[in-house]
Nanobody
Framework: QVRLVESGGGSVQAGGSLSLSCAAS????????MAWFRQTPGKEREGFAV???????SYADSVKGRFTLSKDYDKNTLYLQMNSLKPEDTAMYYC?????????????????????WGQGTQVTVSS
């Protein structure tokens, strides 16, 4: 059984940093694409950071240069380092993992590309 558990969310002032973790069980990090999504009330969940099986990363323009993905294969954990946080980064953050080894047909930013999800961790950035 696959389980993804996010942690590391919290409240921080603008300009601050947070590091999110996504601990995976029943799923090895090299199996498929993994990604971070975020969602605010009334809006769709949006993908903003993706890492492929071989470790290549892609970021949405909104976070590029501020957020960094990394994998720790020993701990089987995906990390998201978030720097220079802005109030507009406030959201519930979700870790996602692709069930299939193939590249996502719907693209890496679509929720439809991921079959496994964590429960989410809240990030709040105050101005």
């Amino acid at each position: 059984q696959v389980r993804l558990v996010e942690s590391g969310g919290g409240s921080v002032q603008a300009g601050g940093s947070l590091s999110l973790s996504c601990a995976a069980s029943g799923y090895t990090l090299s199996r498929g694409y993994m990604a971070w999504f975020r969602q605010t009330p009334g809006k769709e969940r949006e993908g903003f950071a993706v890492i492929t099986r071989d470790g290549s990363t892609s970021y949405a323009d909104s976070v590029k240069g501020r957020f960094t993905l990394s994998k720790d294969y020993d701990k089987n954990t995906l990390y998201l380092q978030m720097n220079s946080l802005k109030p507009e980064d406030t959201a519930m953050y979700y870790c996602a993992a692709r069930a299939l080894m193939s590249s996502p047909v719907f693209g890496p930013w679509s929720t439809r590309s991921y079959g496994y999800w964590g429960q989410g961790t809240q990030v709040t950035v105050s101005s």
